[in-house]
């Protein structure tokens, strides 16, 4: 899981900041490496919420199963030892 975040990070990253070298040496410009740079890690960390945010429901949800199956036992449990 670290490591999928790392991969979430870096190939936003990564890859804008190759297509700015490419446009760099295409253009004769010497700023959109730079510029790239910056929108990749912004797509990067907006990768990492989501992932992360999806992780965090996902257990959310478990434990909202578990409670709730934990609660349906118990009540079960008490409605058998009403009736005796």
Aim: charge should be positive; include cysteine.
């Amino acid at each position: 899981m670290i490591g999928q975040f790392g991969i979430n990070m870096l190939v936003p990253v990564f890859l804008c900041s190759f297509a700015g070298i490419f446009l760099d040496r295409k253009l004769g410009t010497d700023f959109l490496m730079i510029v790239l740079f910056f929108v990749g890690a912004v797509a990067g960390g907006y990768n990492v919420y989501r992932f992360s945010r999806q992780i965090f429901r996902k257990e959310s949800e478990q434990s909202a199963f578990l409670h709730r199956s934990r609660r349906n036992r118990s009540d079960s449990d008490e409605g058998k030892d009403h009736g005796n």
